[in-house]
């Protein structure tokens, strides 16, 4: 598999100019529209964080494990070293990316708390997908640091750029919530999915042969990336998935240990167990 240290290589394969900056990369819709990203990019590493916005379109980009497709207009980020390939990219793609290395960040706040960005760690098919309002105010983010990007640079422009990218992750993660929120039906389907596929592990004797279940598993079962899991469900119960894990264990261990009456996940959430 092709690894890619060097954004001027990365950009190549990608059908993009050469970049203004060894460690960052910005591209807004002219030169997104203008790439000639050909049938495919071969599945690829990068030392890159990656972040994009893409406007309806068709074609598949394969994330991890994961392939989506953008019927609709979206927002993903990717983590350096993780697995990506483009597959059937429509020539008139429209939106935003952005590369930068991890080098880019040295000395800066964001360097530590990029970590706390969870949403890099999500599958594409766990992308943000935007409001209206939302777009416009991502939009005029990378516009701004397209600008400064684009200046004769100096030594403010890595701050300038930097103090508008961190500005966009923390719009980035404030989306998700809301998008969390809207989907109330969705992250309520994932908690009872979540309680059944608890109680069938136990019912069905799993702990003898593969031990005390995971995040890891649990997150596989319902199709779920372990931070969107966690995300998700810290949303709708105010706990993340190791947090749900422990109640429910804790409440099965009261249950073997006897002498009170057997509760339900459900209600050892209510009780504070």
Same mark, same amino acid.
């Given at each position: 598999?092709?690894?890619?240290?060097? @954004?001027?290589?990365?950009?190549?394969?990608?059908?993009?100019?050469?970049?203004?900056?060894?460690?960052?990369?910005?591209?807004?819709?002219?030169?997104?529209?203008?790439?000639?990203?050909?049938?495919?990019?071969?599945?690829?590493?990068?030392d890159?964080?990656?972040?994009?916005?893409?406007?309806?379109?068709?074609?598949?980009?394969?994330?991890?494990?994961?392939?989506?497709?953008?019927?609709?207009?979206?927002?993903?980020?990717?983590?350096?070293? #993780?697995?990506?390939?483009?597959?059937?990219?429509e020539?008139?793609?429209e939106?935003?990316?952005?590369?930068?290395?991890?080098?880019?960040?040295?000395?800066? /706040?964001?360097h530590?708390?990029?970590?706390?960005?969870?949403?890099? &760690?999500?599958?594409?098919? &766990?992308?943000?997908?935007?409001? /209206?309002?939302?777009?416009?105010?991502?939009? &005029?983010?990378?516009?701004?640091?397209?600008?400064?990007?684009?200046?004769? #640079?100096? &030594?403010?422009?890595?701050?300038?750029?930097?103090?508008?990218?961190?500005?966009?992750?923390k719009?980035?993660?404030?989306?998700?919530?809301? #998008?969390?929120?809207?989907?109330?039906?969705?992250?309520?389907?994932?908690?009872?999915?979540?309680?059944?596929?608890?109680?069938?592990?136990?019912?069905?004797?799993?702990?003898k042969?593969?031990?005390?279940?995971?995040?890891?598993?649990?997150?596989? #079962?319902l199709?779920?990336?372990?931070?969107? @899991?966690?995300?998700?469900?810290?949303?709708?119960?105010?706990?993340?998935?190791?947090?749900?894990?422990?109640?429910?264990?804790?409440?099965?261990?009261?249950?073997?240990?006897?002498?009170?009456?057997?509760?339900?996940?459900?209600?050892?959430?209510?009780?504070?167990?």
């Amino acid at each position: 598999m092709k690894h890619y240290s060097n @954004l001027i290589d990365l950009l190549a394969a990608y059908g993009f100019s050469p970049p203004e900056n060894p460690l960052i990369g910005v591209l807004c819709d002219a030169a997104v529209r203008h790439a000639n990203f050909g049938n495919r990019v071969v599945e690829h590493t990068s030392d890159f964080y990656i972040t994009a916005f893409k406007k309806k379109t068709s074609g598949t980009i394969k994330y991890g494990r994961t392939k989506y497709d953008h019927a609709c207009g979206s927002m993903f980020f990717i983590n350096p070293r #993780q697995i990506i390939a483009i597959n059937d990219i429509e020539p008139k793609v429209e939106g935003y990316m952005m590369y930068f290395h991890e080098d880019f960040l040295n000395g800066h /706040p964001l360097h530590h708390e990029i970590r706390k960005y969870s949403f890099f &760690e999500y599958e594409t098919n &766990e992308a943000l997908h935007l409001s /209206p309002k939302e777009e416009k105010i991502i939009g &005029e983010l990378f516009q701004k640091i397209e600008t400064e990007y684009h200046n004769n #640079q100096d &030594e403010y422009s890595r701050d300038i750029m930097l103090s508008h990218i961190d500005s966009l992750l923390k719009y980035a993660r404030r989306f998700y919530k809301r #998008q969390f929120i809207n989907r109330t039906i969705l992250s309520g389907n994932t908690v009872t999915k979540f309680n059944e596929l608890l109680n069938d592990y136990f019912e069905k004797g799993f702990v003898k042969d593969k031990g005390l279940p995971t995040v890891n598993y649990m997150a596989a #079962q319902l199709n779920l990336s372990t931070r969107y @899991l966690s995300d998700l469900l810290k949303q709708e119960t105010g706990k993340t998935a190791i947090d749900l894990i422990h109640l429910y264990l804790i409440a099965e261990a009261k249950k073997s240990a006897g002498g009170r009456r057997s509760v339900s996940f459900r209600n050892s959430l209510h009780f504070g167990f």
